[in-house]
């Protein structure tokens, strides 16, 4: 099966940068996906990463190792709209396994 | 095309009774999934279909669950004999084959109620 490990909370101030980690065990693993999802809404998907590395949209980076079973979100000049619960999500054999999810709170 | 859409958004029900939720995904993506969420959890998979075809289904998923997608574009999830276990946010996702296993598009749910 699998599972996936990510802080459940995360605060920081406008204007900083956070990083939030996901480490995962998984079999037939293709890549890690990232979503965002504010309160009472659906989660939105927001980046993915299939080869090991960063990629960069926008304020949002993302980052997997294979090797090490770890990847990172990083947001940067956090933005108060910023604020909501971020998901990380490992794909194989054509569905995504989510995780638990980290609450950003984004602070003036 | 306006994204994922489901109905009801809400639904309240009694302990025992049947509910029938559905969904129209993206109108150009073969690939729709349900998923269950609570609470504080991150989506929990039920089930996904590509095209009219389900190809999985979640071994933690009760047989009182069914889902249909019968000419491979909206589908719809019922659930029998309700329990208040069953009480949550129903997701359901669109995505291309291609794409399937990381990039997914949500509906705004329907969130169920048992009483």
């Known amino acids: 099966g699998q599972s996936l490990e990510q802080p459940s909370e995360v605060t920081a101030v406008e204007g900083a940068i956070v990083q939030i980690n996901c480490t995962y065990q998984?079999?037939?693993?293709?890549?890690l996906s990232w979503y965002q999802q504010h309160d009472g809404g659906a989660p939105t998907f927001l980046s993915y990463?299939?080869?090991?590395g960063l990629e960069e949209t926008g304020r949002f980076s993302s980052f997997l190792s294979r090797s090490d079973s770890y990847g990172y979100l990083l947001l940067q000049e956090l933005q108060m709209k910023d604020s909501a619960s971020y998901f990380c999500?490992?794909?194989?054999?054509?569905?995504?396994?989510f995780g638990d999810g980290t609450t950003l709170t984004v602070k003036p | 095309d306006t994204g994922v859409s489901q109905n009801p958004r809400h639904k309240i029900t009694k302990r025992g009774q049947n509910v029938t939720f559905r969904c129209d995904p993206i109108?150009?993506?073969?690939?729709l999934y349900w998923y269950r969420q609570t609470l504080g959890q991150g989506p929990e998979f039920l089930t996904y279909?590509?095209?009219?075809?389900?190809?999985?289904k979640s071994r933690l998923l009760s047989d009182r669950f069914s889902a249909e997608r019968p000419k491979g574009s909206f589908s719809t999830l019922e659930i029998q004999r309700t329990e208040q276990g069953d009480s949550a946010m129903y997701l359901c996702?669109?995505?291309?084959?291609?794409?399937?296993?990381?990039?997914?598009?949500f509906g705004p749910g329907t969130r169920l109620t048992v009483t």
């Open positions: 996702a669109s995505t291309s084959a291609d794409r399937a296993a990381y990039e997914q598009y």
């Open positions: 998984t079999s037939g693993f293709y890549g």
């Open positions: 109108s150009e993506h073969n690939r």
């Open positions: 990463n299939g080869l090991d």
């Open positions: 279909f590509q095209n009219e075809a389900q190809l999985e």
């Open positions: 999500a490992v794909g194989s054999a054509g569905k995504s396994t």
